[in-house]
């Protein structure tokens, strides 16, 4: 039973389209964050929220855009899709004490 | 701030066989650490954490990690694979208390463990 959700779980898109990537969790977290994943690579940090309307942008840099509107979700959006934006995207959160993090499935990007 | 560095990226071994993924991590203050597993198609999921106390951490499933200060190292072991451990594990750190950069979580690149029959 999930607490993290992400959808869509795979996404095929061409370019130049906007997309979002949901993510919503039932737990109640303060902290969410949006990690970005290649294959043999480190997860890279995107772009985190430590609460409602409190949104910074990561390690990486990225072209994606954020919002927290409400505690339970944390979208993330690029508004032209590219080649270069093919990756795993995975959500997290974590709690008050911070002693773990929990994570969504992920979102398998596809831009062609 | 932090880094993570996992000395293997590809870890086989033959089943049964006794395997440790090494992490050596950095840090200018204290931290927490952890390793996580993702399988196929799956996010992460919590292994193991030392959060404080003992230095020998270990899972339910027969994975253990001790925390070395001096060494700055946190490496898994396991006395005996099994063919379900075939995975990719991520050691992270984050700081125990907020500071600049506030708790975000830093991972290192993976080690894929193959475990072969």
């Known amino acids: 039973e999930a607490d993290i959700y992400q959808t869509p779980r795979y996404l095929v898109i061409g370019t130049g389209k906007k997309i979002t990537l949901e993510c919503s969790q039932t737990m109640g977290h303060d902290k969410m964050y949006w990690y970005q994943q290649d294959p043999g690579m480190e997860l890279h940090l995107i772009h985190y929220?430590?609460?409602?309307?409190?949104?910074e942008k990561g390690d990486l840099s990225s072209e994606s855009t954020v919002s927290r509107i409400r505690t339970e979700h944390f979208p993330l959006t690029l508004e032209s899709a590219r080649p270069s934006h093919t990756s795993q995207y995975l959500c997290?959160?974590?709690?008050?004490?911070?002693?773990?993090?929990?994570f969504g499935q992920g979102t398998r990007l596809t831009v062609v | 701030a932090q880094s993570v560095t996992q000395l293997d990226s590809q870890v086989p071994v033959f089943e049964e066989a006794p395997v440790e993924l090494r992490c050596n991590y950095s840090?200018?203050?204290?931290?927490?650490l952890f390793w996580y597993v993702q399988y196929p198609n799956q996010g992460l999921q919590l292994l193991l954490k030392?959060?404080?106390?003992?230095?020998l951490v270990e899972s339910i499933n027969g994975f253990e990690a001790e925390f070395n200060k001096s060494q700055t190292s946190f490496h898994l072991r396991k006395p005996s694979v099994h063919i379900s451990d075939t995975a990719e594990y991520f050691c992270a750190v984050t700081p125990a208390q907020r500071g600049k950069g506030g708790f975000k979580t830093i991972f290192g690149a993976g080690t894929r463990l193959f475990v072969k029959a």
């Open positions: 929220s430590y609460g409602v309307n409190s949104t």
């Open positions: 997290a959160t974590s709690g008050t004490s911070n002693t773990e993090a929990f």
């Open positions: 030392y959060l404080s106390g003992s230095t």
């Open positions: 840090s200018s203050v204290s931290v927490y």
